[in-house]
């Protein structure tokens, strides 16, 4: 059994199919105008998943420092152009217990480096509202007003941006007034 891509035809030809969908629109929009963005989460320590025990065991112990780092713990949502620049800030969301950055005194001095926009939330995952906030914030003032995003499928992506786009038959992203295409990988 293999584990790689490759292994799988159906996949190669959808990532072929979805390639020859998108060539068109980057041909007119450009490769320097062309983003793709995806969350990525990672934990603050990390653990192999594997102990060493005697067979037959019913129960194995393992030492961690922090319970709470060894589930997910931030999220990036980077944005790169089809011509291999990444766009600046990059959005982040910290774990917090409260979802969010409690007090004055923190929100006063959290360290907020200019290429960084960052959030919290009690998981330390991008919910919808993140991806709202990263969409308007991060994404379209950041970016051409002409424009073409491709985004994954994950629901948090579509409920947020497809009440305001005209799916693929339209230019125009009506909510923000400006020409953006938007293509999903569904």
């Not at 910290?94 to 959290?110: A, C, Q």
Request: hydrophobic share 35%; net charge positive; proline share 4%.
């Amino acid at each position: 059994m293999q584990s790689h891509v490759q292994a799988d035809p159906l996949i190669r030809q959808s990532a072929e199919e979805f390639v020859n969908q998108v060539k068109p629109y980057i041909n007119v929009i450009g490769e320097g105008s062309t983003y793709n963005a995806d969350e990525s989460g990672f934990n603050l320590e990390i653990h192999s998943g594997r102990t060493l025990t005697n067979m037959g065991a019913k129960r194995v112990e393992a030492t961690i420092q922090s319970l709470s780092s060894m589930t997910h713990s931030y999220t990036i949502m980077p944005i790169i152009s089809a011509d291999g620049n990444l766009l600046s800030p990059l959005y982040i969301v910290l774990k917090e217990s409260t979802g969010t950055f409690v007090g004055p005194e923190v929100e006063k001095n959290l360290f907020r480096p200019s290429n960084m926009y960052i959030a919290a939330s009690k998981s330390g995952k991008l919910t919808t509202q993140h991806f709202k906030t990263w969409f308007q914030e991060v994404y379209l003032r950041n970016t051409e007003a002409t424009s073409l995003l491709l985004l994954d499928s994950w629901t948090g992506h579509l409920r947020e941006l497809i009440p305001h786009t005209i799916r693929q038959t339209s230019k125009y992203f009506n909510k923000y007034q400006t020409k953006r295409l938007l293509l999903y990988n569904l």
